[in-house]
């Protein structure tokens, strides 16, 4: 294996200047082009790339952004990703993405290692731990460095940095006014995510609208374990009349559906279903499941937009802000 070789090396060899080598390398109109072929042809043979770490160093700059995903497997966390790295490498960045898989330990970690890494910025969606537990001192610590960062989706008021939100109490109400005009009276709502800030503010939107209403009633089943998650929601079906379920995540809608069918009950005519996260659940269930998109591509993309913008214009008197993406309901065969 050739030995990967240096600029001085190439220097060296060449008999000229560092400096000239690496003028020639970026065609310096100072260089003659006599010279700058002469480079060319020696870096090719020996495949040379330049120092990543010394140029950036010299520019006091990485071009690289740290990224941190709750999960993955979240089709609505990867979505959002696409649209980070989409928009990130249409402006040079390369992005580094770590999964804190819900854990507030592994989100430290990270922000730790990227951090010492010298990544440009952070794009960071909190994950379910550190949001219940409420820590937040990575981020603070972050903030007095200033380093900068933008919050997606899982958010905290606590700490002053750019974020976007999806507007997730609008969203809850137009799907739960939706079932009470397609004549739904009892609806119940399914979740795993009450604790988090985005559960609490689609629970209060859909309090918000059964509050006007005498004749519809809201019952709630919150679930601590995702093992159990089946078993839960099809003994609170068998055990309760509902004629709709709003599960707050795509997965509790799904099992919804699934364990609906199980007991014999028809869809939408006798159950209603309305899911969160326009993603494969939602068109493969059966029936496909009516979902409320929160459109994670372009909220990613716009992550990406706000960190980069705020990298490239550094202003001592930046004022933070944040965006909201709005949802929109899509319609298919779960809902009446």
Known sequence: MRKKVT???????????????????????EISLKTINRVHELANFYNYKPNALAVSLKSNKTKTIGVLIPEILNHFFAKVLFGIEQEASKRGYKIITCITHESYKKEVEYVEILNYSSVDGFILGLSHETQVLNKIEHFMELKRNQVPMVMFDRVSDEVDCDKVIVDDKDASKTAIQYLIETGCKNIA??????????????????????KQYDDVTLIELPIDNIETEEEEIESFLKNNTIDAVLGLDETAAAIAINMSNKLGYKIPEEISVIGFTDGILSKHSYPKLSTISQHAEDLGARAAIMLLERLENKSENYITKTEVVK?????RDSTR
């Open 189 to 210: 709502i399914i979740s795993t995510i009450f604790d988090l800030s985005v559960g609490k503010l689609r629970l209060e939107g859909a309090r918000e609208v059964i």
């Open 327 to 331: 949802t929109s309901l899509i319609l």
């Open 7 to 29: 600029l001085k090396q190439l220097a060296k060899e060449l008999n000229l200047s560092i400096s000239t080598v690496s003028k020639s390398l970026k065609n310096d109109s």
